[in-house]
């Protein structure tokens, strides 16, 4: 379609939760609307509506903003337009593209058995009668397909695929109420919006076939068809349960940040060379979907991970200390700030926003801090207890309470002493911590601060004094 600006869409059904393939397959359709300069769009389809509930597609809403995945236009409602489907079946019975079948569902279970029997597709008796209404009998409108030749798809990502037309049914367009089926709603729907660019799931290929001989019986421009691999577990099968997470919303609470997962979503299936990490404004500038592979992709944890964990460390402290305080029980808005001051001194080793909230869990102590046992006894020893009352002394007498100023005081404190490091920093990293994970010695005290870092040695030797 080279004289048509690109249109592109995701169009999810609001059955459930938002699947990190579905994720994938909007980005991709995002990022060649960017790179192309045309427009991004999303389609409800709603048409199951038992499961279609305003909960199941706010879920939808969440996923794509909480991605940073948002639509050029308003979202189309497809059961909303169930009268413009039928209008469209309608217009092929006229023109003798579709055609009324009365069978019953007694005959048509008869015509399916007969149909396997004889390896073909069931073909109604009514495909070829002269048109007529019958009175009072319910119908379905069934396609008027092609029985020979074949319909040959030009997939973007596949390459040429030929589908057999005498093993194409003549698939049902309106339901005996009147309703229109998927594969009819799609293609109104899509010729609509304007659609120039189908991508999605290869798992929709064979739809394919089926949807461009509705096109083509509407007398309608087919779109161009691009085909995604699936997103396969670690092992190569089909990513389930078992293999973790599989909703954007479980990517969220674990820990992930949407950067994240737009660069590695964006690198399941397509890259550009050996960039591994790359922004927003590059992804949409390199990103072709004639370079997206057709091989399945494999979920590989070590690389999200790895790729969080730079994201986090790239990120603003204060947005970084909202993400982490969600994981942790009873934060006040008061803590957010002490939060934000320790994220830079912990988020190196932090692969989740989890593990964000772990690391600065120990700020959050209120004193008395509950000591370790083996700590306790060590600050019973004479010796041990003497060590961090002089250690207490020289903190005391810092001028600079920054990372470089307390390393230059523990230094000359080990120095002053006669030890190493050795003699006095675990314990002093559990009289800080409370026994909870910490960053080094000085990374901790400044992020306690002066007073609630001696005061916190203070109460330790309360214990033994």
């Known amino acids: 379609m080279p004289n048509r600006p690109v249109r592109t869409r995701i169009a999810p059904s609001p059955t459930g939760m938002m699947h990190i393939g579905t994720a994938r397959t909007a980005l991709f359709n995002f990022l060649y609307a960017k790179h192309t300069g045309g427009k991004f769009l999303l389609r409800i389809e709603d048409t199951d509506r038992e499961r279609s509930t305003e909960a199941n597609v706010e879920v939808i809403f969440e996923g794509m903003t909480w991605l940073g995945l948002e639509p050029d236009e308003p979202p189309v409602f497809q059961f909303a337009r169930a009268a413009r489907h039928r209008e469209a079946a309608e217009a092929m019975l006229a023109t003798g593209r579709a055609y009324k079948d009365y069978m019953t569902p007694e005959e048509l279970e008869s015509e399916r058995e007969l149909a396997r029997a004889e390896g073909r597709v069931v073909r109604s008796p009514w495909r070829d009668l002269a048109p007529n209404d019958a009175a009072d009998r319910p119908f379905v409108v069934r396609l008027k397909a092609p029985l020979d030749g074949e319909t040959v798809i030009q997939d973007a990502v596949k390459g040429e695929v030929r589908f057999q037309n005498r093993q194409l049914d003549d698939l049902i367009l309106l339901r005996t109420d009147g309703t229109p089926t998927y594969n009819l709603a799609v293609v109104v729907d899509d010729h609509e919006m304007e659609i120039t ?43 389930s349960k078992r293999h973790g997470a599989q909703a954007v919303s479980e990517f969220d609470e674990m820990g992930y940040l949407p950067e994240t997962m737009r660069n590695y979503l964006a690198r399941l299936g397509w890259g550009h060379g050996d960039d591994e990490i790359f922004s927003d404004a590059q992804a949409a500038a390199w990103f072709d979907i004639k370079d997206v592979v057709s091989a399945p992709a494999r979920l590989d944890w070590d690389k999200l991970n790895h790729l969080n964990n730079h994201y986090i460390r790239q990120a603003d402290p204060a947005r970084l200390a909202g993400l982490a305080a969600r994981h942790i029980h009873g934060v006040r808005p008061d803590d957010l700030k002490q939060i934000a001051h320790t994220i830079p001194f912990v988020r190196d080793g932090a692969k989740t926003t989890l593990d964000l909230a772990d690391a600065v869990a120990f700020v959050l102590k209120t004193r008395p801090l509950e000591l370790p046992e083996k700590t306790r006894a060590q600050l019973a020893d004479g010796e041990t207890g003497g060590r961090i009352g002089r250690l207490r002394s020289a903190l005391g007498a810092v001028a600079d309470w920054d990372v470089p100023g307390l390393e230059a005081a523990l230094r000359a404190f080990a120095e002053s002493d006669g030890v190493g490091m050795g003699k006095f920093g675990p314990q002093l990293r559990a009289i800080l911590s409370g026994g909870a994970p910490a960053p080094d010695l000085a990374g901790t005290m400044t992020a306690l601060g002066r007073q609630e870092s001696l005061g916190r040695i203070d109460d330790a030797l309360s214990l033994v004094t």
């Open 197 to 239: 660019h189908v991508i999605r799931g290869d798992d929709h290929l064979n739809n394919a076939a089926r949807q461009t001989l509705i096109y083509q019986a509407l007398g309608w421009e087919v779109p161009v068809w691009a085909h995604l691999p699936l997103i396969h577990g670690p092992d190569g099968a089909k990513l």
